[in-house]
């Protein structure tokens, strides 16, 4: 099944930063020796040629630069990687064109560059806005530091958002308020609040296990994301997913290209994607050492390493682990679309009455506040 009319979104990753964080497990790397730009360009122009070969004559309407550190690229950067795009896709003229940023002085000063390069929107990881917990985040910013970067995104783009981590080691719902009460202040259309995760094999991991970092328990978490969703939507900041809020129109349509289970490309060194190819949807992943990409792309066009096509069964459970994210929940006749077989009625009554699931009017299906705290068991039980 191609989405038609649905929607088309890019990934680019940019997989450098300045240091790594010891709670993120993205594909992110820190190089000493200068990051040959130059190089790069032409790599990801070459990806972008081949992918738009296999993947012709669709009308992109999202673009992500996500990383890693995308602001840490030239605007001149930037603004090639945007101009392949363009000369090997049609673009849609209301494209919306995202890059993530670090909140910290020097790449605030590119943001005009990135303006002018074809970016129209920012998303910032300002993470907290307490001193001592951006430290102990392992952050080069302080919270003023990120307030006047988002104060600069003000100014440069009509649209911007930034990221918050919560539920962070002895973390109070008192001392949250507060501080999502002051981020919404200086939030416009869209915020990014996430729970702490502790991945595994981060440094973050090693001290949760030898129990020198203690995150909250489950109840207290429960009582940080109410708070959340309480005092976000109740300032005009709903959540549309489990994790992001926006104002009703505002949501970031590219991540909304990921959780309607759209089709999009993924450039650049151990980017995702999910290609519908002569009627068959394809699951792709590139190479995570920048590296090795490098070398991959030069070689053959592309930096590919999976190349999966997905049964239904498989498209199915996909479409239902994202969407169900989503607080527009899912459509079961899609669902069955993909499966083959309807949803197990038995199954969603039974969720019903845990208060887990509901239907909306319009006949979706979709996970209420409180199964949003258990959603991937509420998934799997559907998924069964
Ligand atoms: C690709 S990352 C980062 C963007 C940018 N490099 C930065 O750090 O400012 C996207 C977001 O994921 C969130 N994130 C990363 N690791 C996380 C974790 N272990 N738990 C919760 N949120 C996490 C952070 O809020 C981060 O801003
Ligand atoms: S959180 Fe952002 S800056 Fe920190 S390592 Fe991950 S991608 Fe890099």
Redesign the pocket.
């Known amino acids: 099944m191609r989405d038609a009319d649905e929607g088309f979104g890019v990934y680019v990753h940019w997989p450098f930063?300045?240091?790594?964080?010891p709670?993120?497990?993205?594909n992110?790397h820190v190089r000493h020796s200068e990051i040959d730009e130059a190089r790069y360009v032409r790599a990801f122009t070459r990806e972008i040629a081949t992918t738009a070969e296999r993947a012709p004559g669709r009308t992109v309407t999202t673009i992500f630069m996500g990383?890693?550190?995308p602001s840490l690229m030239q605007p001149a950067t930037v603004g090639a990687i945007l101009d392949a795009i363009g000369k090997h896709w049609a673009v849609a003229p209301d494209v919306e064109v995202t890059l993530?940023a670090?909140p910290t002085s020097v790449e605030a000063t590119r943001f005009a560059g990135y303006r002018t390069a074809g970016v129209n929107r920012v998303s910032l990881?300002v993470?907290a806005l307490d001193d001592a917990a951006l430290k102990e985040l392992?952050?080069?910013h302080t919270a003023q530091e990120a307030l006047d970067a988002v104060a600069i995104a003000r100014k440069s783009f009509d649209r911007y958002s930034f990221d918050l981590i919560y539920a962070r080691p002895g973390q109070t719902t008192g001392a949250w308020r507060a501080e999502l009460t002051r981020a919404i202040d200086e939030a416009a259309e869209h915020l990014s609040l996430y729970q702490l995760t502790i991945e595994p094999d981060t440094p973050f991991a090693a001290l949760h296990a030898s129990g020198r970092l203690v995150t909250p328990d489950d109840e207290q978490a429960r009582a940080l994301f109410d708070v959340t969703q309480e005092l976000a939507a109740a300032r005009g900041l709903p959540a549309y997913e489990i994790s992001n809020h926006a104002r009703a129109g505002a949501e970031c349509r590219h991540n909304l290209v990921y959780w309607r289970y759209h089709e999009y490309a993924g450039i650049g060194p151990g980017a995702h994607g999910r290609l519908v190819i002569d009627g068959t949807r394809h699951a792709t992943s590139t190479e995570k050492r920048p590296e090795s990409w490098l070398m991959r792309v030069e070689a053959s066009g592309h930096g590919l390493v999976t190349d999966e096509t997905l049964t239904r069964t498989e498209q199915a459970d996909e479409y239902l682990l994202m969407g169900l994210r989503l607080a527009e929940g899912i459509d079961p006749q899609r669902y069955a679309a993909f499966s083959g077989h309807p949803l197990d009625e038995a199954r969603i009554a039974a969720l019903g009455a845990e208060g887990m699931v509901e239907r909306t009017e319009d006949g979706r299906l979709r996970v209420t506040r409180a199964g949003f705290p258990v959603l991937d068991a509420v998934v799997a039980d559907l998924a069964a």
């Open positions: 930063c300045l240091s790594k964080c709670y993120c497990d993205f992110s990383g890693g550190t993530e670090n990881g993470q392992g952050r080069l």
